[in-house]
């Protein structure tokens, strides 16, 4: 049974893909994002193919008849559904205003003050990386709120998801669009896949500290 609402994208997808068979992503598959397939396995518990039974990839570049090129194709393994799946806690009306006014709603990229409805409240640890459930976002304390989330307009939500599905696949991390530097450590990735001290040192895991980084270097060079 399809667990998509009808005229969605994913709807669309799954309709092909329960077929169980490689689909491209250039000219069958609506949604392109790999954001998009994370949510599937990790909301829906839905099990996609890595192709790589040894890669971290649910994917597989493949030559395509149709495109006439190599491109990126997905398939689901099986039509059964994971029934514990590793989802992210939603956040309610309430902690997703109170985490808005704690950071005054200001985005954390060149910290224009916006308003609310054109702000987006991201975990700064990726959610591609997690291997667990989230802890209850509940009564959240400032410190806790200031630990776990910042705030992102829409198009800088979708480059800080990029930036990690990047790490992720050739682990390389994230960094400021022109400017190759880490407040701890280099661009490499040097910790256990969902280990979150692998992401301390990049922008897009905190701007506030990466600014810092950056002037305490500038002022003692």
């Not at 994002?33 to 890595?50: C, E, F, N, P």
């Not at 802890?135 to 959240?140: C, E, I």
Request: with cysteine.
């Amino acid at each position: 049974m399809n667990p998509f609402n009808e005229g969605t994208k994913s709807h669309h997808d799954y309709e092909l893909m329960k077929d169980l068979e490689w689909h491209c992503t250039g000219c069958e598959l609506i949604a392109g994002q790999a954001k998009t397939y994370q949510i599937w396995r990790q909301t829906y518990g839905l099990q996609l193919d890595k192709g790589n039974p040894d890669g971290n990839n649910f994917d597989k570049r493949i030559f395509c008849e149709n495109c006439n090129r190599i491109t990126v194709h997905r398939k689901l393994l099986t039509l059964e559904r994971v029934a514990e799946t590793k989802s992210r806690s939603g956040l309610s009306n309430k902690s997703t205003t109170r985490i808005k006014e704690f950071f005054n709603n200001r985005e954390a990229v060149l910290l224009k003050v916006i308003p609310s409805k054109d702000l987006e409240v991201d975990h700064k640890f990726p959610q591609i990386r997690w291997n667990k459930d989230e802890d209850s976002n509940k009564d959240l304390t400032d410190n806790e709120i200031k630990e776990k989330f910042i705030l992102l307009t829409r198009s800088d939500n979708l480059r800080k998801s990029r930036a990690c599905e990047k790490c992720v696949k050739y682990e390389t991390r994230g960094h400021f669009p022109g400017i190759y530097f880490w407040y701890e450590g280099d661009e490499k990735w040097r910790a256990e896949p969902h280990d979150e001290k692998g992401c301390v040192g990049c922008f897009w895991y905190d701007p506030d500290e990466w600014r810092k980084g950056l002037n305490d270097l500038i002022v003692n060079s």
